[in-house]
């Protein structure tokens, strides 16, 4: 995977995993120039309308992590699906957030990781099992 150290890296990852996704079926447009939870909104595979979260990480983990306080802000957000997609160099494991597994902890970790912040707090994450994913893919970034 490609060192992601500025947003506009971040963007044009987010939009060539769009293009991918939209070539196994879903029918997403990327949201990520604005600020927001999720970084794409459309229809996901059974046709119904879904949001997606990108996380991309320049290592791989056993478990994939996703904030508490943003998995929160995604079930906020009405609509019928609402999803989170981790990628690391091993592939894209997408999580059904209506529906996942899950194990809380907290953890000090960067404030933002994107810019590789050194500054740590305290964060309430969620552990997801890889087995839980919806989907996943193999691309490799």
């Given at each position: 995977m490609h060192t992601?150290?500025?947003?506009?890296?971040?963007?044009?990852?987010?939009?060539?995993?769009?293009?991918?996704?939209n070539l196994?079926?879903?029918k997403l447009n990327w949201t990520g120039e604005d600020y927001s939870h999720y970084d794409?909104?459309?229809?996901?595979?059974?046709?119904?309308?879904?949001?997606?979260?990108?996380?991309?990480?320049?290592?791989?983990?056993?478990d994939k992590m996703l904030e508490v306080y943003k998995?929160?802000?995604l079930l906020d957000v009405d609509i019928a699906k609402r999803y989170y997609a981790v990628i690391d160099f091993k592939g894209c494991w997408v999580f059904d957030l209506d529906s996942?597994?899950?194990?809380?902890?907290?953890?000090n970790s960067p404030k933002q990781s994107i810019f590789r912040d050194?500054?740590?707090?305290?964060?309430?994450v969620m552990m997801l099992e890889k087995s839980s994913a919806y989907k996943r893919y193999h691309y490799n970034f």
């Open positions: 992601a150290n500025s947003i506009e890296k971040i963007h044009e990852l987010e939009q060539q995993l769009v293009f991918l996704l196994d079926g879903w794409a909104m459309g229809l996901d595979l059974n046709g119904e309308s879904c949001i997606i979260e990108f996380k991309f990480r320049n290592e791989a983990y056993i998995y929160q802000a996942i597994e899950y194990t809380s902890q907290t953890i050194n500054n740590k707090v305290e964060k309430d």
